[in-house]
């Protein structure tokens, strides 16, 4: 366990004092250096104990949602028992506990929102007899927790949004230039954090993912029109609404504002302001959106679409289920699209930024997404190609019941080398969908319909047909490699029987 070895701590504060200044130190306590006092009076005072942090439970998480407690005040713990439940950007995931000792004292609420990795939420101690020390102990101040970080840090561990300060004029890389035009913020919306005050690529997605809204935006809402206009796009769309919002603003003067809902205990807003209400956005659906602005605004997307003929798919389901063997469409569609990506290896990449080249994959690692409560996910069935159909459809019924539970693994939903979105259960004929990064392509897979053709014999005939759209990164893929993989995914799903083998 970390613990606070404050003598040695003490004897280099001692030595720092002059002889000549002749002070009396009798502890560490005692010396007046300005905010050293406190802090050293209340580690003092306490005995050896390790504080709980929040973990990056997946390599992009910032922040996180304590969801649920396992654990209590009092409790004794061993490496392996399951801490709390922690929203990250991805799923609810288990925390497991790595240090035997008790539960002195839960810094964080249940519910509570917004805690960035690193953060104090629990204490722990060696001995049963410590845990009444921490009685009223309430984690470290903002000034101590902070370690030397900005005030804008220290409110934002409080639940409040940083205030913005610096100068009018600001300074973006090339990156953090674009995100902004297409995520309707300003580079006042945005705390910068490069050198010499620069905006970076990751300052805007700290922001999207935090739920950051336009000042601009927040100022219209409270009824008071922006000190300056827009510009760029968002200026053309402000002047368009301008007349509305005037002729909206003149009998508010003489009413009474509408009462706002309170906050619920939980301290995620929920304003109703006039005709819309805002609801609470999860930890996942924000950096969804964060990351798929990103995709469209600087991948550029190249889209093709086919039409598959999946009457032999439908003759063959009708067999297998006879013999009690149960295939869906999807599980046809995954392994058909895997057996393509074999086929034309120069799909199976993806685009290398910093190398500024496209890189092949070393297998293929199919990513299904799964709507769930809290946002998209993509549990991913990896070397797909390598798999049975039957063994194919019995993992992504497993993956995707864990999923809609939030009990993924971390390795079970990072990663894949392409991905398959399918809403034709839904009944949507065709649709394209966002590239999601780092993968270089995604399927978009409509409805099976039933069309009329004409036959070689010139009689007319109905078959059933499914429209897929593959939505490609173009520095990836160019137009002879998606049309190779849709010919390819074409030839599988015609002639479903070689699946099988």
């Not at 050293?36 to 209340?42: E, G, K, V």
């Not at 539970?405 to 259960?425: A, C, H, T, V, Y």
């Not at 137009?479 to 074409?490: N, P, Q, R, T, V």
Request: overall charge neutral.
């Amino acid at each position: 366990m970390r613990r606070h070895l404050l003598t040695g701590g003490f004897a280099l504060l001692r030595r720092a004092v002059q002889p000549s200044a002749r002070l009396a130190v009798r502890d560490a306590t005692e010396l007046a250096l300005p905010g050293w006092t406190p802090l050293l009076r209340a580690f003092a005072s306490l005995p050896q104990h390790t504080e709980l942090t929040m973990p990056a439970l997946s390599p992009t998480m910032a922040q996180g949602n304590l969801v649920t407690w396992s654990i209590k005040e009092g409790q004794e713990v061993a490496p392996g028992d399951a801490i709390a439940e922690v929203e990250t950007d991805k799923a609810t995931m288990t925390w497991e506990n790595q240090d035997d000792g008790f539960v002195a004292k839960l810094l964080v609420p249940e519910g509570a929102q917004g805690i960035e990795v690193g953060a104090p939420v629990a204490i722990l101690v060696e001995e049963q007899g410590d845990i009444a020390a921490f009685k009223d102990y309430a984690g470290p101040s903002s000034s101590q927790a902070g370690g030397g970080g900005s005030a804008g840090q220290g409110e934002a561990a409080a639940g409040r949004a940083p205030a913005v300060s610096g100068p009018t004029s600001y300074r973006l890389g090339p990156a953090a230039r674009m995100l902004l035009s297409g995520s309707g913020l300003s580079p006042g919306d945005v705390t910068p954090t490069g050198p010499h005050g620069i905006v970076t690529k990751g300052d805007v997605l700290a922001a999207l993912a935090s739920g950051q809204a336009p000042r601009a935006a927040s100022t219209a809402t409270e009824g008071t029109e922006p000190a300056a206009k827009p510009a760029g796009k968002e200026g053309t769309e402000a002047a368009a609404t301008a007349p509305a919002a005037k002729e909206a603003a003149k009998p508010a003067s003489s009413a009474p504002a509408p009462a706002q809902d309170p906050a619920p205990a939980s301290g995620r807003r929920r304003k109703t302001r006039g005709g819309h209400t805002d609801v609470p956005n999860s930890q996942i659906r924000r950096i969804i959106a964060a990351r798929l602005s990103e995709s469209k605004s600087t991948i550029p997307h190249l889209y093709l679409s086919a039409d598959v003929d999946m009457d032999a798919v439908a003759a063959l389901r009708a067999g297998l289920k006879t013999q009690g063997l149960k295939l869906s469409v999807n599980d046809f569609v995954v392994k058909a699209a895997a057996g393509a990506l074999a086929a034309v290896p120069a799909a199976n990449a993806h685009w290398d930024v910093e190398g500024a080249r496209a890189v092949r994959d070393p297998g293929v690692d199919i990513a299904i997404a799964v709507a769930t409560e809290a946002g998209l996910i993509t549990p991913i069935v990896r070397g797909a190609d390598a798999k049975s159909l039957p063994a194919v459809a019995e993992e992504v019924r497993e993956l995707a019941a864990r999923a809609r539970r939030n009990r993924l693994k971390p390795e079970e939903f990072q990663g894949g080398s392409f991905s398959i979105s399918n809403l034709g259960m839904y009944g949507i004929d065709s649709f394209s969908a966002i590239i999601n990064p780092p993968q270089a392509c995604i399927m978009a897979v409509g409805a099976s319909r039933t069309v009329t053709v004409m036959g070689a014999d010139g009689a007319l005939a109905t078959k059933s047909v499914m429209r897929v759209t593959l939505s490609a990164d173009h520095r990836v893929y160019d137009g002879e490699i998606a049309s190779d993989l849709l010919a390819a995914f074409k030839a599988n799903l015609e002639a479903p029987f070689k699946l099988l083998l």
